[in-house]
């Protein structure tokens, strides 16, 4: 069964350009997570999405969105990037919700110079 | 909103020896406590985790347990191994029935397993 993907894995951005980043559930998960790690801040919720619809927000500004299609991927936007937004951004899926076994794929790390 | 404090930051053991980290959090609400292991560059792994309606889950040489009433839980590795080394992280949710809320972490410890 293959795992979590995301694309792509290293990503290199100047300040007020955009990204999307892209996320492959695990086969059969709906529920699709994203988080931000950062050395200082630790790993953080930003949102998730189940059945195409986003059911939370962690406390992160607009900027910061993403959408799931009806095959479950997901992806995530954010606009006019900052220095600040260098980070480690993980994808987690799950059948249904978080609180059941989460997987997490191995990551898209952005640098924003 | 929820808050995680995990202590410690680094724990260095003895290969052999127990190892133990703490967490507390501040949301009575939460009900769900799932512990995850990190490895150089790759992403989190669940390892084990617990719900707020029992005190004590046990899975080899790993166990969790739980004290609603003080707000904290504890991640304990018995007989630890090299492969144990690693970054260790705590997180609290609260599962409802038709609820998604994320998963709040707490920093991390980095485990350090001496031979």
Not at chain 2, 48 to 75: C, M, Y
Request: aromatic share 10%; hydrophobic share 30%; glycine share 10%.
């Amino acid at each position: 069964k293959a795992g979590v993907t995301q694309t792509p894995r290293y990503l290199i951005k100047t300040r007020g350009q955009q990204v999307t980043l892209s996320c492959s559930p695990i086969s059969g998960h709906r529920s699709v997570s994203w988080y931000q790690q950062t050395p200082g801040q630790g790993l953080q919720f930003l949102f998730e999405y189940f059945s195409e619809t986003q059911r939370n927000k962690g406390n992160f500004p607009g900027r910061f969105s993403g959408r799931q299609f009806s095959n479950s991927r997901s992806e995530m936007n954010v606009s006019t990037l900052e220095l600040g937004d260098s980070a480690l951004y993980l994808c987690a899926s799950s059948l249904s919700r978080p609180q059941e076994t989460q997987y997490f794929g191995p990551g898209t790390r952005l640098l924003v110079l | 909103g929820e808050n995680v404090e995990q202590h410690p930051s680094t724990l260095s053991v003895q290969e052999g020896d127990s190892a133990v980290i703490k967490c507390t959090y501040s949301d009575s609400a939460s009900n769900y406590f799932p512990w995850y292991k990190q490895e150089l560059g790759k992403g989190p792994q669940l390892i084990i985790d617990i719900r707020s309606n029992v005190g004590e889950k046990k899975d080899q040489r790993i166990a969790v347990t739980l004290n609603k009433t003080a707000k904290h839980f504890s991640l304990h590795i018995t007989e630890t191994q090299p492969e144990d080394s690693a970054v260790y992280f705590c997180a609290a949710s609260i599962e409802s029935g038709g609820g998604a809320d994320g998963l709040t972490f707490g920093k991390g410890t980095h485990l350090i397993i001496q031979p």
